[in-house]
């Protein structure tokens, strides 16, 4: 990655700074712009108030997909976006971004008919269970909306197989077998698409914890989240790119309101070992009895489960409730009654705000998922234009950043000189194709770093082909794994914290790293990071009992962790860890 002084900023360094672009939101649109602009040259600031990647982008159910079900809506140009760009995923990123082979559990033949049938033609319709029917036919048109770029095996329809007999309930006679893709890591897709973007323009930089809280003319007023300092810079368009905050940003931007409504999605990770090895690598698209669409997959050696689908006014005040918990294991059971599933089985919630365009339905999935890019004029508060992405899904943000960067590039006059279609994005640069190749680059890696071979499959897993650099990187600085997570290392911490913008404990813990989301937290992990990270970033004690407490009260409430509710302090790592570096 570049050197962080250029591409990850604090709010003061700002100050009188003048940026072609400035644009509001660090989650998954907002850097897509920041990359699609920074590569056709144009200079820009991303900001956010929280941390990149904090909001809906860090909590999607990791499905790259088209969005099969919104065929029952009509949206086919949507559902043709979307399949287009999960194979372009899959194309660009194929370190993070894999193949899902995904099941869908059938009960009848002609289930669902009229339903579908009324929901196509845009009229309300009561849940109703899809039988093979439907499904054959939706998955006939899925796969034609994306044949395109036809990346994936096509789907199949068979009795359930004998080695499924048992795993569902006696009602499943038929299995839809069909592929879409999955992301390993979200968070750290968008720092790559963010490096990228500074590497071709190299005026472009990103702040993190950095609130803008007022517009005059052509200067923003930036507010520095954690040490409270101001600075003021100066833009030729601005871009309100802020997701489920989307009407909040634009008061402070002198913009429409009223654009976006938003939906809380709950997600539960599981330790289950039953399930996980039941499913084998397969996911499960199924219907509760009350008409909601769940997913069920392996994830990480977790088991990762959703979601639910509730209208909030709040985006900052949302927490997997105890009530969606309960939901959740109840629609598991309905499906898999052979298995037994209880709160003890739950590692790990997350929660993601939905943007989407403000609409009046009845209910939350009937809410259209398409997406838009709005303008505002310049007006009496505010002397230069502002460019408003309202919606979009995780998995087509590269054509919604198209969209809306060359709406930018209009205001700006100028013209683009490059696509981002067929860019790969991060460590996807010089990725093996094929086995073989894989195999070799494995072997280089570990010949020119000196790591074993467990060690270097972990670090081509999280960062593809940048594993090589990094691998001799952490190799250099000993490579000694931590105490509490030997999967990491103390020099893999470090780098994390000093290289990608890391402000709080809670950046590193759930979005730079894999720990929480695969429930492999524990009071002393925490303390041992909390320790690595205050050496790595400069923290005096109080600072990092203060960062500890933080983050351990944000895993237990909002994330419902298992850790103490007052975790002790240790600041009792060694300088030099004596652990063996070779150790797996």
Not at 193 to 221: E, F, I, W
């Amino acid at each position: 990655m570049n050197d962080p002084q250029q591409t990850f900023v604090r709010t003061p360094a700002l100050a009188g700074r003048h940026f072609s672009v400035v644009i509001v939101g660090a989650g998954i649109n907002g850097v897509g712009v920041f990359r699609d602009l920074s590569l056709q040259g144009v200079d820009c600031l991303v900001v956010d108030k929280g941390d990149f990647a904090a909001g809906a982008s860090s909590a999607p159910s990791r499905m790259i997909h088209g969005g099969l079900r919104y065929l029952e809506s009509g949206a086919f140009s949507l559902v043709a976006e979307a399949t287009r760009e999960r194979n372009r995923l899959l194309r660009n990123a194929p370190h993070l971004v894999r193949p899902l082979r995904t099941m869908v559990p059938l009960s009848s033949r002609f289930g669902g008919l009229l339903g579908s049938a009324l929901r196509f033609a845009g009229r309300s319709a009561s849940p109703g269970a899809r039988g093979l029917f439907v499904v054959a036919l939706g998955l006939r048109l899925y796969e034609l909306l994306g044949r395109r770029q036809c990346v994936l095996p096509g789907h199949r329809i068979s009795r359930v197989p004998p080695v499924d007999a048992g795993l569902f309930r006696p009602s499943v006679r038929w299995i839809a077998t069909y592929f879409d893709a999955w992301i390993s890591h979200p968070e750290w897709l968008i720092l790559e698409l963010m490096a990228d973007a500074c590497r071709d323009q190299p005026r472009s930089v990103a702040a993190n914890y950095c609130q803008l809280t007022r517009c005059d003319g052509k200067a923003v007023t930036l507010r520095d989240e954690i040490s409270g300092e101001q600075a003021q810079v100066t833009a030729d368009v601005l871009v309100n790119a802020s997701g489920a905050w989307l009407d909040h940003a634009a008061r402070a931007l002198a913009g429409a309101g009223s654009r976006v409504m938003g939906t809380k999605g709950s997600h539960l990770v599981l330790d289950h070992p039953a399930l996980h090895d039941a499913l084998d690598g397969r996911m499960t698209y199924f219907e509760a009895s009350d008409g909601r669409v769940c997913i069920v997959y392996p994830f990480l050696g977790r088991v990762l489960l959703g979601s639910t689908d509730i209208p909030v006014d709040d985006p900052d005040q949302v927490a997997t409730a105890p009530h969606e918990i309960d939901y959740l294991l109840g629609v598991l059971r309905e499906l898999f009654p052979r298995l037994r599933f209880g709160r003890d089985d739950v590692v790990y919630t997350f929660v993601g705000v939905r943007p989407l365009a403000r609409s009046q339905v009845e209910r939350p999935g009937q809410i259209p998922r398409e997406h838009a890019v709005a303008i505002d004029p310049p007006n009496a508060a505010r002397a230069v234009p502002l460019v408003s992405l309202v919606g979009g899904k995780w998995t087509s943000f590269r054509s919604l950043a198209e969209q809306a960067s060359d709406e930018v590039l209009r205001q700006l006059g100028r013209l683009r000189v490059q696509s981002t279609a067929q860019l790969p994005i991060g460590g996807a640069a010089a990725w093996p194709a094929g086995v073989p190749a894989m195999e070799r680059f494995l072997a280089h890696v570990g010949e020119r770093s000196g790591l074993n071979p467990r060690r270097v499959g972990d670090l081509v897993r999280r960062y593809g082909s940048q594993a090589l650099a990094l691998a001799e990187h952490f190799a250099h600085a000993g490579d000694a794994p931590l105490r509490h997570a030997p999967a990491y290392s103390v020099a893999e911490i470090r780098y994390l914290c000093v290289h990608t913008g890391v402000a709080r404990l809670s950046d590193l813990v759930i979005r730079r790293t894999l720990l929480a989301i695969r429930g492999q937290l524990s009071d002393p992990l925490l303390a041992e990071l909390a320790d690595v990270a205050g050496a790595a970033l400069h923290w005096d004690s109080a600072r990092r009992r203060e960062e500890l407490q933080a983050c351990a009260a944000i895993l237990r409430e909002r994330h419902h962790a298992r850790l103490a509710a007052v975790p002790d302090f240790d600041a009792s790592l060694p300088a030099e860890p004596t652990m063996d570096p070779a150790a797996p």
